[in-house]
C-alpha cells in the first residue's frame, strides 16, 4: 500500500475510532470543537488525532472531560496537564491551555488523542495554509518526510515537515534536516 492509501487508511480508522468512543460527541458537550494536526489536514501516517476545544471555563471543561472519560471505561490511559497556569520550557509553541490525552488499543494500533482546551481560538494558530498547500506532490512529500522521521526517531515536528516542504520547497530529508 502506497503512503497516500495509507494515509487514507489511518483517516477512516480514526474516523471510526472518533465514532465507536464517542469522543466527539462528548467534546460537543462541552464547547466547540477543532481538529486539528495531520487529521485536519489530511496527512495521517499513525494512531494519533488532535483536537481544539473552545469553551467559557476550560479548567471546569478539562475536569468534566477527564472525568467523563473515565466514567465512559472505553480509554484505558489518560494524561492531565495544566498548562494555562504553569510554563512549558521544552515547548514554547503550544497554546497556554489544559490538556487532556487518551489512550486505547482499537484495532490492533495503540491510538491516542491530545485535546487542547482554551477559552477562546489562539490567534497565533492559523495553518489554514497547510490544508490549502499540502495536495499533489507536496502531500506525498510530506508523508514521505513523516515516514523517515517515525522511522528514526528524529525530533523533527510534523510543523517543520509542512513548513519545509510548502513554504520552503525542501526536497530531500538531508536538507530538511540542515533547516531545523
Not at 499513525?46 to 467559557?56: R, S, T
Not at 471505561?73 to 503550544?94: I, S, T, V
Not at 491530545?114 to 489554514?128: C, L, Q
Request: contains cysteine; proline residues 3%.
Amino acid at each position: 500500500m502506497d503512503l497516500m492509501q495509507q494515509s487514507k487508511q489511518w483517516h477512516k480508522e480514526a474516523d471510526d475510532l472518533i465514532t465507536k468512543s464517542k469522543l466527539l460527541n462528548i467534546l460537543e458537550s462541552l464547547g466547540e470543537v477543532h481538529f486539528t494536526g495531520s487529521y485536519k489536514y489530511d496527512l495521517m501516517l499513525g494512531p494519533d488525532i488532535d483536537f481544539l476545544l473552545v469553551c467559557q471555563n476550560p479548567e471546569t471543561a478539562a475536569q468534566n472531560l477527564i472525568n467523563t472519560l473515565i466514567k465512559q471505561r472505553y480509554w484505558n490511559g489518560y494524561k492531565f496537564y495544566d498548562w494555562e497556569n504553569f510554563d512549558m520550557p521544552k515547548h514554547p509553541n503550544y497554546p497556554k491551555a489544559y490538556y487532556v490525552g487518551t489512550k486505547v488499543t482499537f484495532n490492533e494500533h495503540r491510538w491516542k488523542t491530545d485535546i487542547w482546551i482554551v477559552e477562546k481560538f489562539p490567534s497565533n494558530i492559523d495553518n489554514s495554509w497547510i490544508e490549502e498547500k499540502a495536495k499533489g506532490d507536496k502531500k506525498l512529500k510530506i508523508l514521505e518526510f513523516k515516514k523517515v522521521r517515525d522511522a528514526s526517531n528524529l525530533g523533527v515536528s510534523s510543523y517543520d515537515i509542512y513548513d519545509a516542504v510548502i513554504n520552503k520547497n525542501i526536497n530531500s530529508f538531508k536538507d530538511l534536516k540542515e533547516q531545523i
